[in-house]
């Protein structure tokens, strides 16, 4: 079963979800003007990115810790 879902376009990233097989993935696509950011694989804590010139896809490899923020 594969299910997709895409939010609105905000400051030039589309937030997405994806289901595959009951696990759920979500991430972003940006699309820039000027700025290319080469071709890789950026791996950080929180996202995977990778790199296709002007064009970025972001997955998140686990949830943003934020049960603490601000007191």
Do not use: D, P, W
Not at 7 to 24: E, M, P, Q
Not at 26 to 40: C, E, H, Q, W
């Amino acid at each position: 079963m594969f299910n997709f879902k895409k939010s609105a376009h905000t400051n030039g990233r589309t937030r997405f979800s994806f289901k595959i097989l009951g696990k759920r993935f979500t991430g972003f696509y940006a699309k820039r003007l000027v700025k290319s950011r080469g071709y890789g694989i950026q791996k950080q804590r929180t996202f995977t990115q990778f790199h296709l010139g002007k064009r970025s896809i972001g997955i998140e490899m686990r949830k943003r810790n934020t049960h603490n923020f601000a007191g």
